[in-house]
């Protein structure tokens, strides 16, 4: 089996409080905070290592990210993919999810055939879901998210996917495009041969031009979803200074509690 995967990198949330947005662009600054592999695209890598094995074949890891995305990358090499693609362009700043999936689709038509397309369910750091199904959709090919089982049977593939309240089975055909949930496995640590061994493999760097993509239809020109505008709350309390004996300051609070109306 071919096998792609798409990995994003986001923030690690131990640095979460060294992202801002900006102000004017309303785009996530991310100066600062150092990148993991998206949690659920680990379980993505897995869930493609442990086919493989299962059917032989090939994984191929495929980010749209900036270039210092290679060494996130490299960890999924680690855990045993077999190539990595990182599409990179400053065209592609400001992509919402149905931008980046225009470029994600284009990596993977140049990349070539494949059998199998897999994303993690979600992002970390904006959670909305949305590029299995748009990958799929700009692919032509079969999609689902949210998969907990995934089975192989000659060429059906017996899926298993969480929904509100339980879970649904389905039955499919190769290709197709499939987001997992985090439940479906639990990832592979890296091993020493592993990282060894990941600065060997293929890594192919392609900007918008490579992928013969129109700058209208990727970045912030291309993003049909926009920001509304931003307001950030005042954290600033009002306070007084209360003196007297405890009796007299307690009949003071409840006097101030009752006239905010917070006592009745």
Same mark, same amino acid.
């Given at each position: 089996?071919? /096998?792609?995967?798409? +990995?994003k990198?986001?923030?690690?949330p131990?640095?979460?409080?060294? /992202? ?19 949690? #659920?695209?680990?379980? #993505?890598?897995?869930?493609?290592? &442990?086919?493989?094995? &299962? @059917? ?15 060494? *996130?990358?490299t ?7 077999d190539e990595? @693609?990182?599409?990179?362009? =400053?065209?592609?700043? $400001?992509?919402?999810?149905?931008? *980046?999936?225009? +470029? ?6 140049? /990349? ?6 897999? *994303?993690?369910?979600?992002?970390a ?5 949305? /590029?299995?199904? &748009?990958?799929?959709e ?12 995934? &089975? ?13 309240? $339980? ?6 055909s190769?290709?197709?495009?499939l987001?997992?949930? =985090? ?12 990282? +060894?061994? #990941? $600065?060997?493999?293929? @890594?192919?760097?392609? $900007?918008i ?6 700058p209208?239809? +990727?970045?912030?020109a ?10 950030m ?15 007299? !300051? ?9 006239s905010?109306? !917070?006592?009745?």
């Open positions: 089996m071919n /096998i792609a995967v798409c +990995v990198p986001v923030p690690d131990k640095h979460y409080d060294k /992202i801002t947005i900006d102000p004017e662009t309303k785009l996530l600054n991310r100066q600062g905070a150092p990148t993991v592999i998206n949690p #659920a695209d680990k379980n #993505a890598i897995e869930a493609a290592l &442990q086919l493989k094995e &299962q @059917f032989g074949g090939k994984v191929v890891l495929l980010s749209m990210a900036p270039p210092s995305a290679r060494e *996130t990358l960890e999924g090499l680690a855990m045993g993919a990595a @693609f990182l599409l990179s362009d =400053r065209a592609f700043v $400001g992509s919402d999810t149905l931008a *980046t999936a225009r +470029v994600l689709a284009a990596g993977l038509k140049k /990349i070539g055939s494949h059998d199998l397309v897999l *994303t993690g369910s979600e992002s750091d904006s959670g909305t879901s949305h /590029i299995p199904s &748009q990958l799929g700009l692919l032509g090919y079969a999609h689902l998210n949210c998969l907990t089982e995934i &089975q192989l049977e000659a060429s059906t593939l017996r899926l298993k996917s969480r929904i509100e309240n $339980g879970y649904a089975e389905y039955e499919g190769l290709p197709m495009v987001g997992v949930a =985090r439940e479906i496995n639990t990832p592979r640590y890296t091993t020493l041969m592993g990282v +060894v061994t #990941a $600065g060997k493999k293929p @890594f192919t760097l392609w $900007g031009d490579d992928l013969g993509l129109d209208a239809c +990727v970045g912030l291309g993003s049909p979803t926009r920001p509304g505008e931003l307001h709350p005042s954290h600033g309390r009002k306070s007084e200074m209360l003196a007297g004996e405890p009796g007299d !300051v307690a009949e003071k609070i409840l006097a101030i509690l009752r905010a109306g !917070v006592l009745a």
